[in-house]
């Protein structure tokens, strides 16, 4: 029950604005039509008339009118007034026909021949007609242009409303720049050249490391028995065999070298880092905010019926909630 009552309520807030939607017809032209229909042409010539001298008409009804009359006319032998009325109606529907199927053929050769005779004029109209269309046509465009526009226009503004300015402030540690491998570098955000220095300082430090354990592990040991006041004494000597005392000069030479330049690399990248060391860094960035969320749509209004016993028998009520 409920569902039905919610059903006929919507009809009936439906129904108005229907109505109102309609174009309006004006009641004469129906009732001409009629009477029309009914052969009372002197009726329909003078009310036509009338009716078309007072105006506020649209297009339609009027041509309707200008037929209505104009066959009246013609069915009394009025031919000037026939002739008139079909005029006035080609002015306006410079193509009307009449229906050859509801119409003599005498009258629908009669307004043809009026075509005929306003062929030149009837042109004009035609011509008058394409430009007035070509023009609603150019303003439809100019108007939907000025509102995609404006909406474009709005839709920016609502945009740069919703933007805020973000400052950021890095401070930056003046003792990491003595940090070896680009640390200085990484912190100011130059990570090439960051990568540069650790990845040259990391193969000098891997190289002098791996030089001092190659030349360590030439060292052999022996031990040596040497006379003594005391007696005979056992004494260790470590020594780098004649054979191979070239190889132990080229690794200590490595060793060394690798060790200068990567003190060199490490003096260059401190130096780099604090010439270009900056206490504090601004950076600042332009963020868009989110919309709003939409509001709620209301609740949709519920209908409902009730039932309720009574002494003498039942009562009922309606609920209409929005």
């Not at 026909?97 to 119409?103: G, R």
Request: proline share 5%; with cysteine.
């Amino acid at each position: 029950m409920s569902r039905c009552l919610r059903l006929l309520l919507l009809v009936g807030l439906l129904a108005p604005a229907a109505v109102f939607a309609e174009e309006p017809v004006d009641a004469e032209v129906t009732t001409l039509r009629a009477t029309y229909e009914y052969g009372r042409y002197a009726e329909v010539l003078e009310r036509a008339g009338m009716r078309i001298d007072r105006g506020r008409l649209a297009d339609k009804d009027l041509v309707e009118l200008h037929k209505l009359a104009g066959l009246s006319a013609f069915h009394l032998n009025r031919t000037e007034d026939s002739t008139r009325h079909f005029r006035a109606l080609l002015r306006l529907e410079p193509d009307f026909n009449l229906d050859p199927f509801s119409v003599p053929p005498p009258a629908v050769e009669h307004l043809n021949g009026i075509r005929e005779q306003m062929s030149a004029e009837l042109e004009l109209v035609r011509q008058e007609r394409r430009l007035r269309v070509e023009r609603e046509r150019t303003e439809a465009e100019r108007r939907e242009r000025e509102r995609v526009a404006a909406e474009e226009q709005r839709r920016r503004l609502e945009v740069l409303s919703r933007q805020v300015t973000v400052r950021q402030v890095e401070t930056r540690s003046f003792l990491v720049n003595f940090v070896p491998f680009g640390a200085g570098q990484f912190q100011q955000g130059r990570n090439g050249l960051g990568t540069l220095f650790a990845a040259t300082q990391g193969a000098l430090a891997i190289t002098s490391i791996i030089s001092f354990f190659a030349y360590d592990s030439l060292i052999e040991t022996e031990d040596v028995t040497v006379d003594d006041i005391r007696g005979p004494i056992k004494v260790s000597v470590s020594f780098i065999p004649t054979a191979r005392v070239r190889e132990a000069e080229v690794w200590t030479g490595l060793k060394w070298g690798s060790a200068g330049a990567f003190y060199a690399v490490y003096a260059a990248g401190v130096l780099d880092a604090l010439l270009h060391h900056q206490e504090q860094v601004v950076r600042t960035s332009i963020e868009t905010l989110p919309s709003a969320p939409a509001p709620a749509e209301p609740d949709a209004p519920r209908a409902s019926l009730h039932l309720y016993p009574t002494s003498g028998g039942a009562a009922a009520g309606f609920t209409l909630t929005f």
